[in-house]
């Protein structure tokens, strides 16, 4: 791979700024100046130091963000604050996009990525991968809930959604709320809202805690993120 590509793939700016840092002398390629963009380097074996820093070439980038609500699961919007506007400027990259999208009012676990193979593999419909939500409701869930959503609802008046298994977590019958826990193998538009609506109740609250293998971790603050660690990663990929 060309010198300048390396270094503007890993974010230290525009080819046309990289340039210009290999032209300054700024580069170290194997303990040796380069002063050419052409040179080039064997990314994952060569020693790249910029401005004395080592370089380790990345190409796919992998990061879990707790999810706040109030921001769009987009890349970028004129109005509205996006998930990847809570990205600091040296982890934003043009190529990141969220896997999916949860509601602007809903919070947890997103995948923000530039694979857009992983991202295929978890959203296709065929392959099902679960996702699970953690809900406030407002009304009473009751087991015949639960046998309406292992059977599958019909959503909306016409569509048709696959057996999905809801656990009721709580339920304060004063109050007439419940705490519901939810599984999907699939994820049509508001899915988890317009199921819960089907059954006479409505969602007041929701949170995304898995997806797949990859667990939302307790640690992370809501509006925080951080790269996914190779076992996470394995576990999203089944492996
Ligand atoms: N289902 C919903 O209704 N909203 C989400 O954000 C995700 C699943």
Avoid at 21 to 33: A, H, R, S, Y
Wanted: aromatic share 8%; net charge negative; proline share 2%.
């Amino acid at each position: 791979m060309r010198l300048d590509k390396f270094l503007a793939d890993m974010g230290f700016g525009s080819r046309k700024e990289v340039k210009g840092f290999i032209k300054k002398g700024l580069v170290q390629v194997n303990g040796v100046v380069v002063k050419s963009d052409k040179f080039q380097v064997a990314e994952t074996s060569d020693q790249v130091i910029f401005e004395g820093e080592q370089i380790t070439y990345q190409k796919d980038f992998y990061y879990l963000l707790n999810k706040p609500q109030g921001v769009i699961s987009a890349t970028q919007d004129n109005h509205e604050e996006t998930v990847l506007d809570l990205f600091a400027d040296e982890d934003y990259r043009e190529d990141l996009f969220p896997v999916g999208r949860l509601d602007k009012d809903t919070e947890g676990l997103l995948l923000i990525t530039n694979d857009g193979l992983l991202s295929h593999q978890l959203l296709s419909p065929k392959k099902h991968v679960e996702k699970e939500y953690y809900a406030h409701v407002s009304g009473v869930m009751t087991d015949e809930d639960v046998k309406a959503f292992d059977e599958g609802l019909v959503i909306s008046g016409d569509e048709q959604t696959l057996p999905a298994k809801l656990t009721i977590v709580s339920v304060d019958e004063a109050m007439s709320t419940s705490k519901i826990s939810l599984v999907l193998h699939e994820g049509k538009f508001h899915q988890v809202k317009r199921m819960v609506a089907a059954v006479g109740k409505e969602v007041t609250y929701l949170k995304r805690v898995r997806m797949g293998n990859l667990y939302l971790p307790e640690d992370i603050q809501l509006g925080s993120y951080r790269q996914l660690t190779e076992e996470e990663l394995k576990a999203l990929r089944g492996e």
